[in-house]
Nanobody
Framework: VQLVESGGGLAQPGGSLKLSCAASGFRFSRYVMGWFRQAPGKEREFVAAVTWGGDSTEYATSVKGRFTISRDNAKKAVYLQMNSLKPEDTARYYC????????????????????WGQGTQVTVSS
C-alpha cells in the first residue's frame, strides 16, 4: 500500500489550496479514505472522510463549509479542496486508508486507519 500526498504549500488567509492523494497497492474503490492533519505539538486530528463510492462524506466541525473531500476511483485518488483558509489550518495534512472493506463505523479516529502517506505541509500566513 502506498499513499502519496501533494498540493500543499503556502497560502494567504482566505486563500485556497487543493490537496491530492494518489493511492496504490490495494482495491481503492472498496475503502473509506480520510484526510487528517497534525500541527506541531498536537495530536493528529480528523479533517474529512469519504465513503468508497464517494456518495457520503463527513467533516470536522472546524472545516465544514470550507473544505470539500472527493475521490476519483478510476484514478485511485482522493482530493481535499480547501477554501477560505485560516491560520489555524496550518498543519501537515495526511491521507489515510481506513481499515476494513466497505466499513463506515468510526471514520474519524486515526486508530481506525491502517496506512498513511508521508503528509504534505500546509501553511496559512500573510
Amino acid at each position: 500500500v502506498q499513499l502519496v500526498e501533494s498540493g500543499g504549500g503556502l497560502a494567504q488567509p482566505g486563500g485556497s489550496l487543493k490537496l491530492s492523494c494518489a493511492a496504490s497497492g490495494f482495491r481503492f474503490s472498496r475503502y473509506v479514505m480520510g484526510w487528517f492533519r497534525q500541527a506541531p505539538g498536537k495530536e493528529r486530528e480528523f479533517v474529512a472522510a469519504v465513503t468508497w463510492g464517494g456518495d457520503s462524506t463527513e467533516y470536522a466541525t472546524s472545516v465544514k463549509g470550507r473544505f470539500t473531500i472527493s475521490r476519483d476511483n478510476a484514478k485511485k485518488a482522493v482530493y481535499l479542496q480547501m477554501n477560505s483558509l485560516k491560520p489555524e489550518d496550518t498543519a501537515r495534512y495526511y491521507c489515510g486508508k481506513r481499515r476494513g472493506e466497505y466499513t463506515t463505523v468510526t471514520i474519524t479516529i486515526p486508530a481506525d486507519y491502517d496506512y498513511w502517506g508521508q503528509g504534505t505541509q500546509v501553511t496559512v500566513s500573510s
